[in-house]
């Protein structure tokens, strides 16, 4: 028995090897369904909920496997949901599932045939900015018929939602379709598409809110041990040249903090102009693990393991380059790097809720 589930995988992965190379050459796979998407409703509103329908068209003499299919070598149908602006959702909600007997397995699978639907609700948080928003979705299935199996695919497709003002009127379409739905509104999860994140947390706050947020992370980080070699060389720079005036020694921590703040302004808005490439970015898997791994070095940094800083030197060199008020402004624009490998983590949350809001003005 377990010699014929190497060769039936043996020979799935021969099937799927041999397909991509067809595709390589010109060919491609058989079209096997069509997928189409639709919504029930032409507008919708902050604090609304819309529903999503994914119609599935399997052709005759073909099936997809089920989202849980019984044998370790089939791949479920999945479909993912992503979007360029913070949302919550319910949980997907499949079609009941066909038990079929195929010469490619003993037992029964679990499959989807003819026309199916998938749906899901989608509810728009609050403080959401009104205009169109993009909801991408991604259908993955392996095609197979009795004596075979054709290579996974994966169907990519963009929804476009629009929120608009609570005054103006929505009106319900493609009720024949939602008919056919077991779909419910308000049974939406409270955990949004980002999770219990700092972009998540920001995006339930105001900008006046926000604000508060940022500024207290930022004291925050003040505590954390690569942060304190800085606090002498500041200290000595400003006092060596206050000449016992509070009015300048005000004005030059001005414009120290004017520099800073131009740095991080200027990484703000570059990200919101790139939220699309960022977006697609932050949905590769090994990006995610990336940056997963920069957390827990980054991490292992704050509990003492190792020290992690620029050279001495360098660093000397950012906080007396220059003197005056000049100097202070690029003390502060230099500043913002040196301290880098501890406030990464929070700069990385603020910067993937930047990417998604994609307003430039905000991310400034």
């Not at 058989?30 to 919504?39: A, H, Q, W």
């Not at 940022?214 to 606090?231: D, H, K, Q, R, W």
């Not at 001005?254 to 970015?281: D, K, N, Q, R």
Request: hydrophobic letters at 45%.
């Amino acid at each position: 028995m377990k010699f014929k589930y190497i060769y039936i995988s043996i020979f799935s992965l021969l099937i799927f090897l041999w397909t991509n190379s067809f595709g390589q050459f010109g060919f491609e796979q058989e079209k096997i369904l069509e997928f189409n998407t639709y919504k029930s409703f032409d507008k919708i509103q902050p604090e609304g909920e819309i529903k999503l329908a994914f119609k599935i068209n399997v052709k005759d003499g073909w099936h997809i496997n089920s989202n849980k299919p019984k044998e370790d070598f089939l791949i479920p149908t999945e479909l993912k949901l992503s979007s360029n602006f913070s949302m919550q959702k319910s949980n997907l909600i499949y079609p009941e599932a066909e038990d079929i007997k195929l010469d490619i397995s003993d037992i029964p699978l679990s499959v989807f045939e003819g026309e199916v639907f998938i749906g899901t609700t989608i509810k728009i948080p609050k403080n959401t900015e009104l205009g169109e928003k993009k909801i991408i979705a991604e259908f993955t299935y392996q095609g197979c018929n009795n004596a075979t199996c054709m290579a996974p695919e994966t169907i990519v497709d963009t929804i476009t939602i629009n929120i608009v003002d609570k005054s103006e009127q929505i009106q319900e379409i493609n009720s024949e379709i939602f008919s056919t739905l077991n779909l419910e509104y308000a049974n939406v999860s409270q955990v949004s598409e980002s999770g219990d994140s700092l972009a998540n947390q920001l995006e339930k706050s105001g900008l006046f809110l926000t604000l508060i947020i940022v500024f207290l992370g930022g004291l925050a980080l003040n505590l954390t041990p690569c942060v304190y070699p800085l606090i002498p060389i500041t200290i000595g720079f400003f006092g060596g040249q206050s000449e016992g005036k509070t009015s300048r020694l005000f004005l030059m921590g001005l414009f120290y903090v004017l520099g800073m703040a131009l740095t991080y302004s200027v990484v703000g808005v570059i990200t919101a102009l790139s939220g699309a490439i960022f977006g697609t970015l932050m949905q590769n898997p090994i990006v995610i693990m990336f940056i997963v791994l920069i957390f827990i070095v980054l991490s292992l940094s704050m509990f003492g393991v190792y020290e992690f800083k620029l050279p001495d030197s360098l660093v000397a060199k950012a906080g007396g380059a220059k003197s005056g008020f000049l100097g202070a402004f690029f003390m502060g624009l230099t500043m913002g790097i040196v301290a880098a490998p501890c406030i990464g983590p929070f700069v990385i949350g603020l910067v993937t809720y930047v990417a998604a809001k994609g307003d430039p003005y905000y991310g400034f």
